[in-house]
């Protein structure tokens, strides 16, 4: 069973904030993943690290950035909340066995008003 | 050409019918392939993997692999309405780094 998990779980926050979306996974996975999903569409991958200190970004083109300074940790931050900006963020990691599944967290549903 | 192509459905069946999806891949290189399923306004859920050819079978689901063809297909056998959500094929690549994701097929099952 994987255990990754996102905080919040809903957030509401007003234009021009600074949020970080945090993602913790307690498997030592070295891959991980965040991905955004507007409801009823397709997932679009945003950022994606494949270890400690790196990070790359995905291919919808995003104003969110990321770090990965330890390895169960992967936070997304966006410096300046847009209403565009409001969506689902799903965060995945994927372990050291080639070719291992993504498994996701429960994701952190935004709102920017 | 996307990488991983899905019919998007919706596709409905009645309860304890065969439901069947269908899911098409571009790169021969791919080695893994994935089935999640999603229910509305939650997060995807890993249902099955396969990576040889031929079929593998979870309970009431199997997934069949064909990679001469680059075709993978999710069959759901004794269909719930429990069943009933978005079913994502996702298809790893030669990598193994990355995941290629489909837009995902709607699955409704009747009672």
Known sequence: ?113 | QKEVEQNSGPLSVPEGAIASLNCTYSDRGSQSFFWYRQYSGKSPELIMSIYSNGDKEDGRFTAQLNKASQYVSLLIRDSQPSDSATYLCAVGGNTGNQFYFGTGTSLTVIP
């Open chain 1, 1 to 113: 069973e994987a255990d990754i998990y996102q905080t919040p779980r809903y957030l509401v926050i007003g234009t021009g904030k600074k949020i970080t979306l945090e993602c913790s996974q307690t498997m030592g996975h070295d891959k991980m993943y965040w991905y955004q999903q507007d409801p009823g569409m397709e997932l679009h991958l945003i950022h994606y690290s494949y270890g400690v200190n790196s990070t790359e970004k995905g291919d919808l083109s995003s104003e969110s950035t990321v770090s990965r300074i330890r390895t169960e940790h992967f936070p997304l931050t966006l410096e300046s909340a847009r209403p565009s900006h409001t969506s689902q963020y799903l965060c995945a990691s994927s372990g050291r066995v080639y070719n291992s599944p993504l498994h996701f967290g429960n994701g952190t549903r935004l709102t920017v008003t």
